[in-house]
């Protein structure tokens, strides 16, 4: 079984560009999470879809970061303007329902914005 | 408002069991206990799960205290592709939500 797919897997941007990441969830994996982790820090919860639907964006930052999941698959998640601060490792996680035990995560993006 | 305490760092040798402690002093009836674990570079990677009785998977055993304060993730004969950050997650029984602590970096040493 294919694992969550994620590009690309490094990035480095100036302060102010946008960027955008790209995730393929488990083929038939309902859920979809975005995470950001900071260095040094466990992974915070940005966003959450259940097929094409936003479940919880209380923690996304919504004046810059944006996400879409077309279709209910493949899902973006979008920066613009970067932020000096959002340098991190942006994981993408993907599970069979909503409240399902195991979450499986991608490799994730690591964002360099200088 | 971190629901789980776990030390920062420990040390174990390869081939002994590992036992990494967390205390979650506050849970609730309906929150389970879980374990993830994150190697260099990678993803996190769920390890268990458990909410009143001690749980044993392929991967590791989770023992829980009866007053379930506190709990032990066990791996019975670590080894050097254990080496990784620990994630000790408190999770109610109805949510979706995990939220990561800073875990505990474990280091197994030859």
């Known amino acids: 079984e294919a694992g969550v797919a994620q590009s690309p897997r490094y990035k480095i941007i100036e302060k102010r560009q946008s960027v955008a990441f790209w995730c393929n969830p488990i083929s038939g994996h309902a859920t979809l999470y975005w995470y950001q982790q900071i260095l040094g820090q466990g992974p915070k919860l940005l966003i959450q879809f259940q097929n094409n639907g936003v479940v919880d964006d209380s923690q996304l930052p919504k004046d810059r970061f944006s996400a879409e999941r077309l279709k209910g698959v493949d899902s973006t998640l979008k920066i613009q303007p970067a932020k000096l601060e959002d340098s991190a490792v942006y994981l993408c996680?993907?599970?069979?329902?909503?409240?399902?035990?195991?979450?499986?995560f991608g490799p994730g993006t690591r964002l360099t914005v200088l | 408002d971190a629901k789980t305490t776990q030390p920062t760092s420990m040390d174990c040798a390869e081939g002994r069991a590992a036992n990494l402690p967390c205390n979650h002093s506050t849970i609730s009836g309906n929150e389970y206990v879980y374990w993830y674990r994150q190697i260099h570079s990678q993803g996190p990677q769920y390890i268990i799960h458990?909410?009143?009785n001690n749980e044993t998977n392929e991967m590791a055993s989770l023992i829980i205290t009866e007053d379930r304060k506190s709990s032990t993730l066990i791996l019975p004969h670590a080894t050097l592709r254990d080496t990784a950050v620990y994630y000790c997650i408190v999770r109610l029984v109805n949510d979706y939500k995990l939220s990561f602590g800073a875990g505990t970096t474990v280091t197994v040493r030859a």
């Open positions: 996680a993907s599970s069979p329902q909503l409240q399902n035990n195991e979450q499986f």
């Open positions: 458990g909410l009143k």
